[in-house]
């Protein structure tokens, strides 16, 4: 059971705008940024999303994060084919839980 | 450019300790912006978070592992390394090094290609 919720699954079409939702609680996304991995299959995590809504160098702006209280989206548009990934959401956590939780991952198709 | 690559035994018996090695080339380890950390991912499941180290040799793990885990870093061979004893099928998984920003430690911007390590019999 992760600390923060994903939905396992979130599909779209080409060019469509999908979301993914991430919850957690006051002691992680409530008191800290949240950052999102994008995982390609049988390749490793790729930082996609720092600091709620920072986008590393190289990543298309396609991609965004929003924060809200103690949940946080990522939002895709414009969507391709080669977003077809998992996306885990990750944050410090200031209890017991932590340092750093990742949710359970979400599994992005491209229908 | 920054690489990191696992290595270490695929194979560990029930009971034995595990022990990986995450060497850090085109950079140094010694660096005062980052900490050096431990993912890894069960087969078909989602990360979790194992630990991270200073050069100093500082760390910090996740509560539910600390008592089985050490990491510990080796400057001269620009090495980190990651122990945890008395493992079981539950630890089997792809086990990632990668690199944690000391200002933000869910900041993992550089990663390992990941390694497999099964415990089995």
């Known amino acids: 059971q992760s600390v923060l919720t994903q939905p396992p699954s979130a599909s779209g079409t080409p060019g469509q705008r999908v979301t993914i939702s991430c919850s957690g609680s006051?002691?992680?996304?409530?008191?800290?940024?949240v950052y999102w991995y994008q995982q390609l299959p049988g390749t490793a995590p790729k930082l996609l999303i720092y600091r709620n809504n920072q986008r590393p160098s190289g990543v298309p702006d396609r991609f965004s994060g929003s924060k809200s209280g103690t949940s946080a989206s990522l939002a895709i548009s414009g969507l391709r084919s080669e977003d077809e990934a998992d996306y885990y959401c990750?944050?410090?956590?200031?209890?017991?839980?932590?340092?750093?939780?990742f949710g359970g991952g979400t599994k992005l198709t491209v229908l | 450019q920054l690489q990191l690559q696992e290595s270490g035994p695929g194979l560990v018996k029930p009971s034995e300790t595990l022990s990986l090695t995450c060497t850090v080339s085109g950079g140094s380890i010694s660096s005062s912006s980052y900490y050096w950390g431990w993912i890894r991912q069960p087969p078909g499941k989602g990360l979790e978070w194992i630990g991270s180290?200073?050069?100093?040799?500082?760390?910090y793990y996740n509560p539910s592992l600390k008592s089985r885990v050490t990491i510990s870093v080796d400057t001269s061979k620009n090495q980190f390394s990651l122990k945890l004893s008395s493992v079981t099928a539950a630890d089997t998984a792809v086990y990632y090094c990668?690199?944690?920003?000391?200002?933000?430690?869910?900041?993992?911007?550089?990663w390992g290609k990941g390694t497999t390590v099964t415990v089995s019999s």
């Open positions: 990750a944050a410090w956590d200031d209890s017991l839980s932590g340092p750093v939780v």
């Open positions: 180290i200073y050069y100093s040799g500082s760390t």
């Open positions: 006051s002691s992680n996304i409530g008191s800290n940024y």
């Open positions: 990668a690199r944690v920003a000391v200002a933000d430690p869910s900041y993992m911007d550089v």
